[in-house]
């Protein structure tokens, strides 16, 4: 069992996903059901509707005046004007009023004169039909209302009604069995031990299943041992309408799956070129659609995205959805393999007027990369990256509105996460997206337009910008708790036995670090990790508290986030670097008002060691 | 109680939408309720969420090799290797293992030499972290996750259950009273009586309600009575978060809204300068906003569009979402009325390469116009209309896909229903769209660019356009089934005290009868309702199954589906008129792809008096 499975042969997407839908034909269920109008929002017709009544129903009168059988006003006029029976030859209506029985005309109230309590007099005659709103003007019986395979919303159902419908037959929503498999997985809120890993992808395809329109039943995860796999998939095949199955993240685990669907039943295909999420496989078992998604939490997602989603529509009588797209220019290089068709997520923006895709992490590990995303683009498989500055296009995630989007670029602080909270908190309309860099290739990244904004620490000032004050904040080393290694500042460092974790190079706390180095004298070839780099002073920080490492570089805040102690070795002034050409943006101006207003000031004034006296002052409009 | 209301303050859309919002700071309950994030999909957070774990959580090995203390391999080299003990001092992991406790670096398997099973030898040594997978790769504990007031989907789901969070707390789901008022209002279902209306505009608001995230509590509904109206309105604003009234469409069933408003608290507007929608009015009771929706189905749509969607979505926490919107040619000139915002729906499609936007009906009565809409444009009050040709802006509807729409011009035909039909049984990715108008009108209104195709019968062939066959049917008199007045042909039409209605004129059934007439030598003056026209023949043939009308002028078929007699007078071929340039369009070649399958031509068949032999034929291709 222990046999390493090759991509024999990976399809490309589109074949891939015909195969899928070819393979539906056989085992499509035409399930129905019967549910009220009323409740059918969202649902999908599963046979034509037409009209049972008209709306309006009845013959309304179109004018005040007097419903009368048109016959008998037959050559009224001014000069032989005929009397009418109030009551029996005519009926008083306000215009919306049903026209009584027996009358097929209403004479305008301007060409009646009333004689007496009984009697009218008419001196014109009606045709047939006059002044009567017309039976059916919105909807008429016996139209078609809404063809087979309609997905209903808000005015399908009051149309529906309006046309007499209150019950009609929808399709049954899919019900899509996801089994996570692995024995390393562990149910979120678990103590996690070592080695184990949160099941969260089958709640995560839960969720997009259920956007779409069907029913996602969690199967209970289970450990990598071919029988029990091999046990449940086949039970899960005959009870739901199509099974995914998660493979673990190791190769091994992947091997059972394709086993069990080759033991089974057929399987179609093993390994698509797409990139993430490659080893994807489907097969059909019990009649029924088996499809192995990847572990990886990336590749999970859109491969759900990618297969699952066209083979629900297809179950529901829809064709593929197409998803929403913009056109926007790439802000860097990206290289990719030849032969693999593959997904980089973005985010978009617009950038001193244009509108910018900005590339994110590409790992298929990191969910976290999906969740900021707006959108991703693809990568032809006979391409080998594409060019800055090239329009590509993005598929963007639902209810994205990337118009709310501002990208800034430049060191983590924790002033920044307080400013997403106070955006949102003050209800104001802007998405702040994050890319992590240090701060002068944050403020190049600015000037190359792939950014809104550069938040950086104590950097110069540069051309056609502006900089605006954020806070002056502490950057130190930080230790355990108990400082039993007598850490006392950069003198230290030295120690026999002592590790060190640094941050990265260009990066404002090393910089500190550097020069306080230098100004002690000592040489940076005896501290033991100097040239272990974490990107930031969070990751330094928490290497420390999981004590791993003796001493890391962090703020003052980030060691009071994480229980440590900490030894200043000077201040770092945070600032908003800004194009001047986005200055009077409006975007840009309610950031800025953010940045200034009170609430955001006295968050931060409560992180330690900030000092926000110059909060939203504009430093240097050079 | 009769007296009449005069909109005395007619407010600007912007202002009434201000004043709504600004009055909900007041009963603005900020509840919120703990809920398990795998079930939190869609909802809103009530506050920000940090990571509580990292993800990964533990030191993983990036490499194959074996787990150590880096301090007992300080001073290892190729010349100088050093001996560990296995099991003891050096822990053989695969990639993606555990490091063990004590261990904080791995050396690569390929500076490692096995000596003997308890034994290995290494010839390098190892730096703190060095090929140790770093925690917090995706996320790091104590970062943030998801700020407050931010709608979480199933990325998002992903993200928190990787950082360890479980149950979030999140803003509870607004509770929307629904109240519709008026005594000529019966429920879906019931058999109508003359001068009663379907109450189904609580439906609707309802699924817009769903739709938008808030639980819509559907009240029952109140005749027209002061006392009895006041009492539930009373009760409901205690009760709930917000409360609608629906107002029925009679001037008096408004008036008793804003007078139960001004009574029970505070009246803030009645009035909007839009159209449809004007009738509008807000108010405030028991610190709950109150809104008061016109009766008219399109006005109810709207106004709950424009003005409970936002309200909604401040008390979810939300910015106000702005509707996708496109930019498109209007087809032709629109009259608007000064001083009043007048929303127009429009159909969206590509014809001829540029995105066109066709009005449709504007009446506010017609809920089915609605349905058949793509959206809607906005003539601003301070604008008399809009000129043919302008670039205009379509708000579309939600999960419209106007790429697959094609707008059908011409004369209804039982043809057309049948061909919506199976474009969406054979599951083709189009969306037909038809407008009703004679055939020449059709044939224009194709050659201006305003349609895709014209569905036309016998008509002329033009310049640049190609004619395919759909069918020959039958057109004739309709009469009751028993035929009691004995019609036998149009020689009849002119018998004393019967009743004829007509089709609009440049229908060719129209032309056809107008043929037979001329022949017979009848003087059409003689013809009772001659002149009295209804669009279609099945608007004819419905008045006369209603009894209204003795003989109507329709096709075989919809005498069949109205089980009334026919007489026939002819044959009319219809056909399917196309621009020459469209004709190899991806679309229009679907299209025409259905019109050939042999499932639409057998059911074309089934219709009585249709012949479809050349179905799908090109006639004529000028």
Redesign the interface.
């Known amino acids: 069992m222990e046999k390493r499975n090759i991509y024999l042969d990976k399809l490309p997407l589109t074949e891939a996903k015909e195969i899928i839908l070819n393979n539906l034909a056989g085992n499509y269920r035409e399930a129905t059901e019967r549910v009220k109008?009323?409740d059918a929002?969202g649902r999908v017709t599963a046979e034509?509707v037409y009209a049972e009544?008209?709306?309006?129903?009845?013959?309304?009168a179109a004018m005040d005046g007097f419903a009368v059988d048109?016959?008998k006003t037959f050559g009224a006029s001014k000069r032989d004007p005929k009397e009418l029976t109030i009551g029996q030859e005519a009926f008083f209506v306000d215009t919306?009023?049903?026209?009584p029985e027996g009358c097929?005309g209403v004479i305008m109230i301007e060409d009646v004169n009333q004689l007496d309590e009984a009697t009218i007099e008419i001196t014109a005659s009606v045709?047939?039909?006059?002044h009567i709103r017309?039976?059916?003007?919105?909807?008429?019986?016996?139209?078609?209302?809404a063809?087979?395979?309609?997905?209903l919303?808000?005015?399908?159902?009051?149309?529906l009604?309006?046309g007499?419908i209150?019950e009609i037959e929808v399709r049954k929503e899919p019900e899509v069995a996801i089994l996570p498999t692995g024995t390393e997985l562990v149910d979120?809120?678990s103590s996690?031990?070592?080695?184990?890993?949160?099941e969260?992808?089958s709640?995560?395809?839960?969720?997009?299943i259920?956007?779409w329109g069907a029913v996602p039943v969690k199967a209970d995860k289970v450990e990598d041992d071919y029988e029990l796999i091999k046990n449940r998939v086949d039970r899960l095949s005959q009870q739901y309408d199509l099974v995914l199955i998660i493979a673990g993240?190791?190769a091994g685990a992947e091997d059972y799956t394709s086993q069990v669907i080759e033991n089974l039943g057929e399987l179609l295909f093993h390994g698509v070129a797409i990139k993430p999420g490659k080893p994807l496989m489907a097969g059909v078992i019990n009649e029924k659609l088996v499809i192995g998604l990847p572990g990886y939490?990336v590749s999970a997602?859109l491969g759900t995205q990618l297969f699952v989603r066209p083979v629900i529509e297809?179950l529901l009588?829809l064709?593929?959805?197409?998803p929403?797209k913009v056109k926007a220019e790439l802000t860097q290089n990206l290289t990719s393999k030849l032969g693999e068709e593959e997904f980089v997520r973005v985010n978009v923006a617009h950038i001193d007027g244009d509108l910018k895709a900005v590339p994110l992490q590409r790992?298929a590990?990191?969910?976290?990369s999906?969740?900021k995303?707006d959108g991703f683009i693809r990568i032809p498989a006979l391409k080998q990256g594409m060019k800055q500055n090239k329009q590509v296009e993005v598929e963007l995630?639902?209810?994205i509105?990337y118009?709310?989007n501002l990208l800034i670029a430049g060191e983590e602080d924790l002033a920044y996460?307080l400013l997403?909270?106070q955006?949102?908190?003050q209800?104001?309309?802007l998405n702040l997206k994050f890319k992590n860099m240090a701060s002068e290739t944050a403020v190049d990244t600015l000037e190359q337009k792939a950014a809104n904004a550069a938040l950086v620490k104590t950097v110069g000032m540069r051309q056609e910008t502006v900089v605006v004050n954020l806070a002056v904040s502490e950057v130190g080393l930080v230790v355990r708790p108990d400082n039993s290694l007598g850490i006392n500042g950069v003198e230290d460092l030295s120690q026999e036995?002592l590790?060190f974790?640094n941050q990265q190079q260009g990066r404002a706390a090393r910089r500190l670090l550097d020069s306080r180095l230098e100004t002690a004298g000592i040489n940076t070839q005896e501290i033991?990790?100097y040239?272990?780099e974490?990107i930031t002073g969070?990751?330094a920080a928490?290497?420390v508290k999981?004590g791993?490492?003796d001493v890391g570089l962090a703020s003052r805040g980030v060691a009071e986030?994480?229980n440590l102690d900490f030894i200043s070795l000077g201040q770092i002034t945070s600032s908003l670097v800004i194009l001047e050409s986005e200055v009077e943006r409006e975007e840009l101006k309610k950031l800025l008002e953010v940045v200034r207003s009170n609430e955001y000031k006295s968050q931060l004034q409560k992180i330690a060691g900030y000092n926000t006296e110059d909060c939203g002052e504009i430093i240097d409009r050079k």
């Open positions: 109008v009323e929002s034509a009544d008209s709306s309006p129903h009845y013959y309304a048109v016959d919306g009023d049903a026209v097929n045709a047939p039909g006059q017309s039976i059916g003007e919105d909807i008429l019986a016996s139209q078609l209302l063809p087979v395979n309609t997905k919303g808000p005015s399908e159902i009051g149309g009604l309006a007499g209150t979120p809120g996690l031990q070592p080695g184990e890993i949160v969260y992808n709640r995560v395809i839960a969720s997009q259920r956007e993240s190791s939490p997602y297809r009588g064709t593929c959805s197409q929403e790992g590990g990191v969910i976290n999906v969740m995303s995630r639902r209810d509105d118009n709310q996460e997403c909270n955006i949102k908190l209800g104001v309309g036995g590790s974790v033991v990790g040239r272990q974490e969070r990751d928490n290497l999981e791993i490492i986030l994480f």
